[in-house]
């Protein structure tokens, strides 16, 4: 630029930099209200691109949220062919989710926005990351779910709305072990078939149970529900105890709720009495799975899976055990979750396999 | 141990006679094993065996061994789902539809039957039970999907190798709104098929059978259904039209059942002449169901008839006469429930039969009249001294394969019928050569072979010999072209009154009867002159047989 601008500029940073400094002693700080800059019209959406909501500052593909936007986890996660998953909430001002209780997802306003980040690092050739799909679930103005998938580009600047399923064959490098995986990007039937119950589309890990844990935002780490309310998004009337869910990666904690936690978030969505499987006998809520008959404990498997598999989880079997056969496999026609994944989670199989060999259970 | 090997003790002092037994021998095919068809139209039954990658084929030859062919293709989604097969373009050799819970393909034959490649896709769909037939009585195959998790896709053939895909309905959210009550579509086919055929917005559709079930020459629908809410779970019931419609009634026809089932089984079990219904229960928590089928209406007879002794829940059940004994008996799973002929079953349960659990393929695989099963090896039935028939079917009018034609084979002891069906029980494809048993019955018992043509047409055989495969052209039995036997000529013919017979031989204690086209008798009496009088019969196409000291000879004529 020229010197002219060069030396205006100079005296003006210059002097922002001395009205900062000086604090005169009658001054009063008025904080600005902090508004998000969120782009989110019910009637407009859903949006063909990712980046016309304005959740992300930035390089889109940074994820790094505007104000209003809120990164959060649950304590465990659903296995989906090793991807990663960055989540994050929404809200418009004003609104707020209520607490039901701690099994069941938040009573939330219309205009709740939960979105959840597909991606996968040391992605070859180049030794990236790539993000897949962003997931978008909202709350519409009939105070329904409303689903919209966004499938990124290549070239990681934009993500557009998308109703088609795809496949996308991704290699890269999980700890140094070199992977590759056709990577399903799921059509909106599929969604609905795990985001669902009798009366329509729901989220699933946005329940007090699985939120209940301490998360480290960039101005310290606090538990996520009592940040919820702090940004006025959770009405602070939830009870300080909550029965939750743990980390099922976390072996510190106790192995009966490792596993509960693993079938709760990988599993319940169908196997519940109101889900796609409700036929089956499983209930695999972690509300429900005190009780051994609803983890299938000596139950007598009734769907053939060869003469050895006699029941849906004997005590000190895997082998025997349909339960295990099934998140063991990878044919479709077999494997558990339905879908959702197409690899086994081996961390998985093996916390379910040494979960049955610990049952000292006689099921006669 | 499983519960039903107790069951097995307790019956066997009550073995009927009629029961078979199974051998196993160790046979693999590369790909999943889903089909035990011809597929190079020599009347011998075929393992497949299919990957994205190859179809794997073993012909079976006259010796009895297997030819192994590879055919590589190359298709996006594998038949984790069912595969079925059919001729749709009708140049003589068959074509493939299968699916995976993401996408489905048609693959078609080239010329040759040598080599198949992909020529529709759809690939949004959660495959379930796949099928061809002919939807619309066209005279050309079209193929059909059940969707798991959407509205039922097909696609329809226009006769010039074209298929175009149907999605049924579409909805403003995947879900559809409330299960229960589900929103309306915002669009629903009108050309294909208007209305579609199984729309609720979230699927539920698992076993596709397509039966003729009230006796018209157009295919109906039955849908078996699982899961979720009621509404998604009950059965449904399309009654074809025959203008291109159909109308859902399972309510009235007493079907719409919301069990939870992957499959159902149609046949004649007790020789009626109309199709019944077992409906495979797929969970422990129900029990299957038999639905006689009473002139349109099902009566549940599912206690009276035995059949919930069986205790095999799984998604394969079909009919099949394993004893030929003349009474379809009922695969579920590897049991056997064996027909006694009286409205009652006898269950041989998957531990006793030794059949395998995960349903198979059943066909001929050694071309000795008894029924097999491949799934991961060869479970040849080792059969009895029961006789049989098979009979094959090339359609013109109708399509290639004959598929929806009814098949009426009358012998002494009754009139049994069959359909050719392309895609049964859940996954599986099984022959498409139709099976009949006939116990101790031969050629003398034997009265009459029928073939009813979706196009309209009807084909008569006479007396045809036991134990053999008779294979049917269209329209064949129909023409003056052929003589049925040199020795006897009947003139004028075509002929308005008097018809003359002239033979090579002399008649010395003869008897003469004249068949109508149905096989029924329209003029029977002592053979004494060279020339009867059939101006008092309608007009139309007639058989004329003469019998003399047990020796039959038969000639067509048509009277004007």
Known sequence: ?364 | MKKNTLIIILFLPFIMVGQVNFSFSSKSVSGTDLGLVDMNNDQLDDLIGISTSNIQIHFQQPDGTFNIVNHPISATYPPSWSMAVGDYDANGYNDFIWGSGSGAHVLQANSDGTAWSVVATSTDVFTQRTNFVDINNDGHLDAFICDDIDPNEYFMNDGFGNLTLYEGAQYATANGGDCTNPDDPISIDQVGVPGGLGIHPRGGNYGSIWVNYDGDRDMDLFIAKCGDCEVRRTNELYRNNGDGTFTRIDDIANLDDPINTWSSAWGDYDNDGDMDCFIGSSTGSEQHKLMRNDNGVFVDVSVASGVQACQNFYHESVFVDFDNDGFLDIYVNGDILYNDGDGTFTVEAQASTGLSGFGGALGDLNDDGFIDLFRNGIYENDGNSNNYLKVCLEGTNSNKNGIGATIELTTAAGTQIREVRSGEGFKYMNSLTAHFGIGTETEEDIISLIIRWPSGTDDLILSPTENQTLCVTEGETLSLGQSLVEDLILYPNPTKGILNINATYGFENARYTVFDMNGRQIMNSKFESNSIDVSNINSGMYFLRITDSGKSRTQKFIKN
């Open chain 1, 1 to 364: 630029m020229s010197k002219n601008c060069a030396y205006i500029l100079w005296f003006l940073c210059v002097s922002v930099i001395l009205q900062s400094c000086v604090k005169d002693e009658g001054y009063v700080e008025v904080e600005p209200d902090l508004i998000s800059p969120v782009t989110f019209v019910l009637d407009s959406v859903p949006y063909l691109t990712l980046s016309e909501y304005n959740f992300f500052e930035g390089d889109l593909n940074g994820l790094d949220p505007v104000y209003g936007v809120l990164p959060f986890t649950l304590n465990s996660t659903l296995f989906t062919d090793f991807a990663k998953k960055k989540r994050f909430i929404w809200m418009p001002s004003e609104s707020s989710a209520s607490y039901v209780n701690d099994f069941s997802i938040l009573d939330f306003p219309i205009g709740t926005v939960l979105i959840k980040n597909f991606y996968y690092n040391n992605v070859m050739p180049n030794n990236n990351t790539k993000i897949i799909e962003t997931r978008v679930i909202y709350k519409n103005n009939e105070d329904r779910w409303s689903f919209a998938n966004y499938r990124w580009n290549d070239e990681q600047t934009e993500a557009y709305y998308t109703t088609d399923g795809e496949v996308v064959d991704i290699s890269w490098l999980e700890n140094g072990v070199s992977k590759s995986v056709n990577y399903e990007i799921p059509s909106p039937s599929k969604c609905v078939t795990c985001h669902g119950d009798f009366n329509g589309g729901i989220p699933i890990g946005v329940k007090p149970q699985n939120l209940n844990l301490s998360y480290n935002y960039i101005d310290g780490a606090q538990n996520q529900l009592s940040k919820w309310a702090d940004m006025g998004y959770l009405i602070d009337d939830f009870p300080t105890t909550i029965e939750s869910t743990v980390d099922w990666k976390d072996e510190s904690k106790d192995l009966e709720l490792r596993v509960r936690s693993y079938f709760d978030i990988n599993c319940a969505h169908c196997h519940n009495a109101e889900g796609y499987c409700n036929y089956a006998l499983l209930r695999l809520e972690f509300k429900n799975t005190e009780s051994l008959v609803n983890l299938g404990v000596c139950v007598s498997n009734d769907f053939y899976l060869g003469n050895e598999v006699t029941h849906i989880v004997n005590p000190g079997d895997a082998n025997s055990s349909a339960l295990f056969y099934r998140i063991n496999t990878i044919e479709e026609e077999f494997r558990m979750p339905f879908f959702g994944r197409t690899l086994i989670d081996p961390d998985g199989v093996a916390l379910v396999d040494q979960w049955i060999n610990s049952l000292n259970i006689n099921c006669n």
